[in-house]
């Protein structure tokens, strides 16, 4: 349903826009305005871009958790979208996007509303060195800690230290 309200507003504000714009400062101005948005957002997204990609890279490093780098990445493509897109309104999400501040707050927000339930790696697919391959009767007793984020991200995450 927010989709289609999204597919439905988002135009209809755009179209307003351009007819407020245009009314005040005439036809060429406002598409000067829109081409020079473009332009700017594509610099603006590729700068960040290297930063956001730089971030991961040293989040994979480091052994991170790297699902805040991904995170404003994907939000930095989005803004990159945007941008591209022709109009003020999502011209100012999408610099507004750009904005590192924003982006914290909006991941935050998701955070915050997403709960994970199941994690995998792989295809799922279950592999033994052995005569016999897993029963499903077979009990696999383990132990878990809970992993909380590291406050202190000025020194390494000791995940590959010993004892």
Same mark, same amino acid.
């Given at each position: 349903m927010y989709?289609? /309200?999204?597919?439905? *507003? #988002?135009p209809i504000i755009e179209i307003a826009l351009f007819i407020q714009v245009g009314g005040l400062i005439g036809l060429w101005p406002t598409l000067a305005i829109?081409?020079?948005?473009?332009? /700017?957002?594509?610099? *603006? #997204?590729?700068t960040q871009g290297r930063m956001a990609l730089a971030n991961l890279q040293r989040s994979f490093a480091e052994l991170d958790d790297p699902t805040e780098p991904l995170a404003h990445g994907a939000m930095i493509l989005l803004s990159g979208v945007l941008l591209l897109t022709p109009g003020f309104f999502t011209d100012a999400v999408g610099f507004a996007l750009l904005v590192p501040g924003i982006r914290v707050a909006v991941f935050r927000y998701l955070k915050s509303k997403v709960t994970i339930t199941q994690f995998?790696?792989?295809?799922?697919?279950?592999?033994?060195?052995?005569?016999?391959p897993f029963e499903q009767d077979?009990?696999?007793d383990g132990e878990f800690t809970e992993v909380r984020p590291r406050q202190d991200?000025?020194?390494p995450s000791k995940w590959v230290e010993g004892p």
């Open positions: 989709l289609f /309200l999204a597919f439905l *507003l #988002v829109v081409v020079l948005t473009a332009v /700017l957002g594509t610099a *603006l #997204v590729r995998q790696m792989g295809n799922g697919a279950q592999f033994r060195s052995g005569p016999a077979d009990v696999i991200l000025s020194k």
